[in-house]
């Protein structure tokens, strides 16, 4: 598969290219943010960024260049590498579009198995089934989400992940942690609170009111559930 990395660092980035091509990776260094949003056309499973601590020039901070990515409707996974370890600047890549955080240094080989992880569970494995409940209607492919009222948005494949599972148990408690393991798995890690902060994209996408839900409701100390839309009643003649 193919692997982007957008990554100043000479070194490590050649310590990431050796080890991905060993294990039968081509890896697609790109050397600039205009670079990057041509080379998103072609079939790159996933874009690891470097960040704050690599990125030089605003213009090319790993967290400028995943909400571009997004916001060009990038559907691959996205794996920012920084040498801030704070949970705060943690929580701002999830924030921008980010799939998973790495904190450098660390070791080579997790880095790669998280990539080689992401690059399992983006968007591009769904097998283009569509799911629907009350108005909504999910394309796992695609990674849009169609509203009642027709109008379309655009889901990361996180975001995709979390809220298929919420749809086909819809009206279902569905318990965090389970929540945690179908989108995330093992490699859930110290992330905090990112979970919270998916739900909340997702709620700024589809919620006329994110702060008072009507869909995607908190069950404070279990999880979440997906009120599905009831039908109007139906008028009866006299």
């Not at 890896?27 to 499973?45: G, M």
């Not at 027709?150 to 942690?177: F, M």
């Not at 279990?222 to 003649?237: C, K, L």
Request: charged share 25%; with cysteine; hydrophobic share 45%.
């Amino acid at each position: 598969m193919d692997i982007g990395l957008v990554l100043p660092d000479e070194i490590v980035a050649e310590v990431l290219r050796v080890l991905l091509e060993r294990r039968g990776h081509r890896v697609i260094r790109v050397v600039s943010p205009p670079a990057l949003l041509r080379a998103v056309s072609d079939d790159l499973r996933v874009i690891l960024l470097g960040a704050k601590g690599f990125a030089k020039g605003a213009d090319a901070d790993g967290l400028v260049l995943c909400e571009r990515l997004r916001a060009e409707e990038y559907r691959g996974g996205i794996l920012v590498l920084t040498r801030d370890a704070t949970v705060e600047y943690r929580l701002a890549c999830f924030e921008k579009g980010a799939d998973d955080v790495f904190v450098w240094p660390g070791e080579p080989a997790e880095l790669v198995a998280r990539l080689e992880a992401l690059a399992r569970r983006a968007v591009f494995e769904y097998p283009g089934l569509v799911v629907r409940v009350g108005g909504f209607v999910l394309d796992t492919l695609a990674g849009t989400l169609t509203l009642p009222n027709q109008d379309i948005v655009t889901l990361s494949p996180t975001e995709t992940r979390v809220l298929e599972c919420l749809l086909r148990n819809a009206d279902i408690i569905v318990p965090s942690d389970r929540l945690i393991e179908r989108v995330w798995g093992y490699d859930y890690g110290s992330g905090g609170n990112r979970l919270e902060v998916v739900i909340r994209r997702i709620r700024l996408k589809i919620e006329s009111n994110p702060d008072h839900p009507q869909y995607l409701r908190t069950v404070r100390g279990v999880g979440y559930v997906f009120r599905a839309p009831q039908p109007a009643p139906a008028s009866v003649r006299r």
